[in-house]
């Protein structure tokens, strides 16, 4: 079965790091762009980071560039999104997802259930 | 940044009757890199269309897809009692954006 399960969420004082972290279980991990995406409570969805299957190219959304890193390791099969100098509005549900691609387009096509990330203090 | 402009924001419509969602972007976007999804409370969002109109696997054939340049439109043709949910479109680049989202509530 095709996977992703997050971890590592939790409450932070503003100022503060947390590392998430995302497993893939189910299908070549090192083949696909992955990506970040958040939603804060009763909100949309904001997309965070997005990196390449070497993790030779990273985006970020402009809001955590210089705060936040998006980082994988391919032979662990796992994600990461390193969030520092947290700030309250980044407090959220942090979505990891799949990026599907193929000659009729490109999109998000599996994701996980989220880890939940409080800033307050 | 692209930014898209989903409307309504809320459509009240009853089970049976068809639902027509707009996506409009502030600069044309490749249909390519257009997608919808479908998030229901408390679920993470799931991929309905991909490159503006090709169905995801699994996703019934009442969900259409259509649309070009800054225009895109996600219509559900017959409404089922598990289609009211949020919509959102996506424009994924190097920097992905996502519509501020639609609500398809029972009428």
């Known amino acids: 079965e095709v996977q992703l399960v997050e971890s590592g969420g939790g409450l932070v004082q503003p100022g503060g790091s947390l590392r998430l972290s995302c497993v893939a279980s189910g299908f070549t991990f090192s083949n696909y762009w992955m990506s970040w995406v958040r939603q804060a409570p009763g909100k949309g969805l904001e997309w965070v980071a997005n990196i390449k299957q070497d993790g030779g190219e990273k985006y970020y959304v402009d809001s955590v560039k210089g705060r936040f890193t998006i980082s994988r390791d391919n032979a662990k099969n796992s994600l990461y999104l390193q969030m520092n100098s947290l700030r309250a509005e980044d407090s959220a549900l942090y979505y990891c997802?799949?990026?599907?691609?193929?000659?009729?387009?490109?999109?998000?096509?599996?994701w996980g259930q989220g880890t939940t990330v409080t800033v307050s203090s | 940044e692209i930014v898209l402009t989903q409307s309504p924001g809320t459509l009240s419509l009853s089970p049976g009757e068809r639902a027509t969602l707009s996506c409009r972007a502030s600069q044309s976007v490749s249909s390519s890199y257009l997608a919808w999804y479908q998030q229901k409370p408390g679920q993470a969002p799931r991929l309905l269309i991909y490159?503006?109109?090709s169905r995801a696997t699994g996703t019934p054939d009442r969900f259409s897809g259509s649309g070009s340049g800054t225009d895109f439109t996600l219509t559900i043709s017959r409404l089922e009692p598990e289609d009211f949910a949020v919509y959102y479109c996506?424009?994924?680049?190097?920097?992905?954006?996502f519509g501020q989202g639609t609500k398809v509530e029972i009428k």
């Open positions: 490159g503006a109109s």
């Open positions: 997802a799949r990026r599907y691609s193929s000659t009729s387009g490109h999109a998000m096509d599996v």
């Open positions: 996506q424009q994924y680049g190097s920097s992905t954006t």
